[in-house]
């Protein structure tokens, strides 16, 4: 080890652990913010995106679907939970000959 | 476990463990690298977190071409050369040697003048020459870097960095006799 790696060394040893501590904390809590909106972003990105392509009238894709975008209007009815803004098609109540 | 095998292990686990082995191994080193060349120690702290923030965020990135250390200290020497020109608002930090012609006699300085100086009076020296001459004289003696890496972070020719390594040399060994006259002795 020359002088100059010496003299690292010892300038080194001059950066007290309170300080290197604190330092260590703010690189902690920053690491934590990024990952936090890497997080945010990988998870709403996605579902805000689909609902703009909803609210221009488009078709909604999920990552499940790898074939291709199914058109809205050709799509049989929900027989579970209703999604919103469509609606179950009724059956035939005979009623109408009547009416 | 060498920093390559850290530097895997952070990348594959997120481990804090390993985040705490690099952070143990430099931080010291860049506080010290920082404080040398912004003299100030608040800033040196604050320049110490911004360039290991940078480090763990770009650690994807680094290329294994050359030595660990040398990419953690051309990170640090890019930070303070940043900021220093924002500070002085100064563009090139290294164009003193085309503007201040060297009134120092063209003599090559062996490595050896200056690899003799004590430690104690090393540190009086490296404070008293001029910044980006002590900037070289530390990425050249104290980490090992090549020409080529060097220019590589100062963004200038291979040329320029021995011209301003020659430069340096002499400044340090002037400063020296200056501060230290009984070593001609």
């Not at chain 1, 913010?33 to 890497?38: M, P």
């Not at chain 2, 530097?7 to 690298?33: M, P, T, W």
Request: aromatic share 8%; hydrophobic share 40%.
């Amino acid at each position: 080890m020359n002088n100059f790696e010496q003299l690292l060394e010892e300038e080194a040893s001059a950066f007290d652990a309170h300080k290197r501590q604190q330092a260590r904390e703010g690189i902690i809590s920053t690491l934590g913010s990024y990952k936090l909106i890497g997080q945010l972003v990988t998870v709403f990105v996605p579902d805000m995106i689909n609902v703009l392509i909803a609210a221009t009238g488009g078709s909604q894709t999920t990552a499940a679907d790898g074939e291709g975008k199914i058109p809205r209007q050709g799509r049989p009815p929900h027989l579970g939970e209703t999604p919103p803004g469509l609606g179950p098609n009724l059956p035939d109540d005979g009623f109408e000959d009547i009416r | 476990m060498n920093d390559l095998e850290v530097i895997h292990c952070y990348l594959e686990f997120q481990a804090s463990e390993c985040f705490n082995v690099l952070y143990d191994r430099y931080a010291g080193k860049i506080y010290a690298k920082c404080i040398s060349i912004l003299k100030d120690e608040a800033l040196a702290q604050d320049a110490t977190q911004e360039v290991f923030t940078k480090i763990f965020l770009n650690l994807s990135r680094f290329k294994e071409k050359a030595r660990f250390s040398t990419w953690v200290y051309s990170i640090t020497y890019n930070y303070c050369i940043d900021f220093l020109r924002r500070k002085k608002k100064q563009k090139d930090l290294f164009s003193d040697e085309l503007e201040n012609a060297p009134e120092l006699a063209d003599e090559e300085v062996s490595d050896k003048v200056l690899l003799e100086i004590e430690i104690t009076q090393l540190k009086k020296v490296l404070e008293n020459v001029p910044t980006s001459d002590r900037m070289v004289l530390l990425m050249k003696y104290q980490d090992g870097m090549s020409i080529k890496e060097i220019a590589d972070i100062l963004e200038k020719t291979e040329s320029a960095v021995k011209m301003k390594i020659k430069r340096a040399k002499a400044k340090a060994r002037k400063v020296r006799d200056e501060i230290f006259p009984e070593q001609l002795v």
